[in-house]
């Protein structure tokens, strides 16, 4: 195992390999380019793959206190009325048969906390893009002047990721797929107790729940032409997207105001041919793997890569092979779940054939619980 490694980023990708390689006993640093370590963002869906990758990083337990893991899954029309919903999770299901939610900025809390106590180095307000490759190391100089050797940098800065950008610059870009998604919070009645789909309106939308008391919606919309809304268009904007829709749906739409948490991001794709390293500097997460949300699967698939090189890197004397074994474990997971995500979408676009994009998720799905 290598001695002393730099975790660039300090998303869920980042924090999870500091994680997985600081239990292993590594030296970690971690260096984010916000001096705040902030989380952006409302509510995220968690899926079994998820969780079980909560799990094997030691953070379900804490996770279920202060999101919400059940299962499960209702269909509603467009009035509210309930199409199909599947029956009880047993208790002793484990994670990777369940579900839930959780608010991005509670993850992010859980996660940077266990960070430092498990003694990882945190540098913020430091954008490294200053490697020099040499000797069997890495050289890395830090904004603030400081220069440091370290054996291995993980590159975990995202889907527009200067370091990819740095080692393969010809690399593609990230791809505007035409939807948007749509992000806001709301307190959560009593029988939104699993995930919803809502059915036969003009987008797409679910809730989730994220705690005991309050849920999200995730609203993704046809925006072929990327457009871009200023703040005081948000929530007028949302209010619209809801107002055909039913049931509990319209006091939600009455609640919005001036302290509702709107988030907005036009959905982007990237798939990272191999190798996903050069030398000594290997990415990981949306640097090189950026997926839409339709799989739910984002931030397991991110924990999963931080436990995947940490064990990659524990198994193998040269890090070349690890870091090659990394991408081989990695490559054709990822590749399935950003595709069928992308696919997924591009049949809501195109008004196809709901039953199909289902059947592709129930597939993939069954795919992604197969161990990482």
Not at 240 to 257: I, K, N, T
């Amino acid at each position: 195992m290598i001695g002393k490694v730099l975790v660039v980023g300090g998303g869920v990708g980042g924090m999870s390999t500091a994680l997985a390689l600081a239990r292993r006993g590594v030296q970690v640093e971690l260096a984010d380019a916000d001096r705040h370590w902030r989380a952006y963002g409302a509510g995220i869906s968690v899926t079994g793959l998820s969780l079980r990758a909560f799990a094997d990083l030691g953070i379900l337990d804490e996770v279920r206190e202060k999101g919400f893991v059940g299962g499960g899954i209702r269909l509603r029309g467009a009035d509210g009325g309930v199409i199909m919903e599947t029956p009880p999770i047993s208790a002793e299901a484990p994670p990777i048969a369940r579900s839930g939610g959780i608010m991005r900025p509670v993850l992010h809390e859980i996660m940077s906390r266990r960070v430092r106590e498990a003694g990882v180095r945190v540098t913020l307000g430091a954008e490294i893009a200053d490697f020099a490759q040499a000797d069997g190391g890495v050289r890395v100089v830090f904004p603030d002047g400081r220069a440091e050797r370290f054996d291995l940098v993980v590159a975990a800065d995202g889907i527009f990721s200067k370091t990819r950008g740095a080692l393969f610059p010809e690399a593609p870009r990230p791809r505007f797929t035409g939807q948007g998604c749509w992000r806001i919070v709301a307190d959560r009645p009593p029988e939104v107790d699993r995930a919803e789909m809502w059915l036969g309106g003009p987008v797409k939308l679910g809730f989730n729940p994220v705690s005991q008391g309050k849920m999200y919606a995730f609203i993704l919309e046809h925006v072929p032409d990327n457009p871009w809304y200023a703040p005081e268009e948000q929530l007028p904007h949302v209010a619209e997207l809801l107002a055909p829709y039913g049931g509990y749906v319209p006091a939600v739409r009455d609640s919005l105001g001036e302290a509702s948490l709107v988030n907005y991001r036009p959905l982007e794709c990237l798939m990272l041919p191999a190798p996903w390293h050069k030398g000594r500097i290997v990415m990981i997460g949306d640097a090189v793997h950026a997926t839409t949300p339709h799989m739910a699967s984002g931030a397991g698939m991110a924990v999963e890569d931080g436990l995947v090189l940490a064990d990659e890197l524990a198994r193998h004397d040269d890090v070349s092979e690890a870091l090659a074994g990394f991408t081989a474990r990695r490559f054709e997971r990822a590749r399935m779940v950003v595709e069928n995500s992308v696919r997924i979408g591009e049949i809501e676009m195109a008004g196809g054939n709901q039953m199909d994009a289902n059947a592709m998720l129930g597939d993939t799905m069954q795919k992604l619980q197969q161990p990482y």
